[in-house]
């Protein structure tokens, strides 16, 4: 198995990760948002301040506005929290949804150790059955990627509940990190409480699996339909124009449940389709980070100086 990670590794650095590095113009830093922001002192407002930075009960206790000066932490611990159950080994074309969740693993491990950071992960089948404690270096990632590769054995037959792996992570992850939650989001209610935990105290990125016919039922007449979880098997005429649109109502109420509930977490989402590059994603995705910082940048810049204004005026 150790060979296997070893030639996955090879491939990703060969591959998608130096095309990446050359997108991002070697700044991988861009996929994150807090990326190690540690508070250092609290000191008074300045006119140039950022009121985001304010610590209102400072303020509050000693009568006098009060920001929060913060310094970079170049380590940065980042944790996969890995949804492997066997919803996930589908894939209509060559590629399935475990695949390209290792090959992410394997590009943001690398990615991340090669910068002197540590990676570890939380690996769920129908339970958690391991955790990889964080580290650093090739041979971490090389055991990590084993991890990933081995055969998982599912003791029963049952629908996901990524709310466990969520909810059991919470006191797993003592330091602040970045938490990417891989999962195809196919799993019974209730797991948004464990998202929003997590969010609290971590950058969390939901890197949500997903293949085409998952969203867009093809015309293929009387198929046999397998719940790769259950087992549960069940005839479906895809020729009915009825049957599709039902099915596709239906693609877009959970798409449309699942954007709400990452934000209402704060949570950004990064796609992973099987019919599309892994290198392709992540930069639009970082593209569209960097996007929404300018904006918030200026938004805040817009309103500074009202705020500083209405901090002024304050007895």
Same mark, same amino acid.
């Given at each position: 198995m150790a060979r296997h990670a070893e030639k996955l590794l090879r491939r990703i650095e060969f591959t998608v990760a130096r095309r990446l590095e050359g997108l991002l113009h070697g700044d991988y830093r861009t996929l994150f948002r807090g990326f190690g922001l540690d508070l250092a002192d609290l000191r008074e407002y300045q006119f140039h301040d950022d009121v985001r930075h304010i610590d209102w009960n400072v303020t509050a206790r000693l009568q006098q506005t009060h920001v929060r000066d913060y310094h970079e932490d170049r380590e940065v611990a980042a944790w996969f929290l890995m949804d492997l159950s066997p919803s996930i080994d589908f894939g209509s074309g060559e590629v399935t949804k475990r695949s390209i969740a290792v090959d992410f693993v394997a590009l943001m491990a690398r990615l991340l150790t090669s910068h002197g950071n540590r990676v570890g992960a939380?690996?769920?089948?129908?339970?958690?059955?391991?955790?990889?404690?964080?580290?650093?270096?090739?041979?971490? $990632?090389?055991?990590? +990627?084993?991890? @990933?590769?081995?055969?998982?054995?599912?003791? &029963?037959? *049952?629908t996901t509940n990524l709310a466990q792996l969520l909810e059991q992570s919470v006191p797993l992850l003592k330091r602040r990190s970045v938490v990417f939650v891989v999962s195809d989001f196919m799993t019974e209610p209730g797991w948004s409480r464990g998202l929003h935990a997590l969010a609290?105290?971590?950058?969390?990125?939901?890197?949500?699996?997903?293949?085409? $016919?998952?969203?867009? +039922?093809?015309? @293929?007449?009387?198929?046999?339909?397998?719940? &790769?979880? *259950?087992?549960?098997r069940l005839f479906v005429d895809t020729h009915d124009a009825g049957v599709r649109r039902r099915f596709e109502r239906q693609v877009d109420e959970r798409e449309a449940a699942l954007r709400d509930e990452f934000g209402r977490a704060g949570v950004d989402a990064l796609e992973l389709s099987t019919d599309e590059p892994l290198a392709e994603a992540v930069?639009?995705?970082a593209e569209?980070?960097?996007?929404?910082?300018?904006?918030?940048?200026?938004?805040?810049?817009?309103g500074r100086g009202r705020g500083a204004a209405l901090i002024g005026a304050a007895p």
């Open positions: 939380v690996l769920y089948g129908d339970r958690i059955d391991r955790v990889v404690a964080s580290g650093s270096g090739r041979r971490h $990632v090389l055991a990590l +990627l084993d991890a @990933l590769l081995a055969p998982r054995i599912v003791k &029963s037959r *049952t609290r105290r971590h950058e969390v990125i939901a890197v949500r699996l997903h293949d085409p $016919v998952e969203t867009q +039922l093809p015309d @293929l007449g009387l198929i046999v339909g397998e719940d &790769s979880e *259950t087992g549960e930069v639009r995705f569209l980070r960097k996007l929404r910082s300018r904006l918030a940048g200026g938004l805040a810049a817009g």
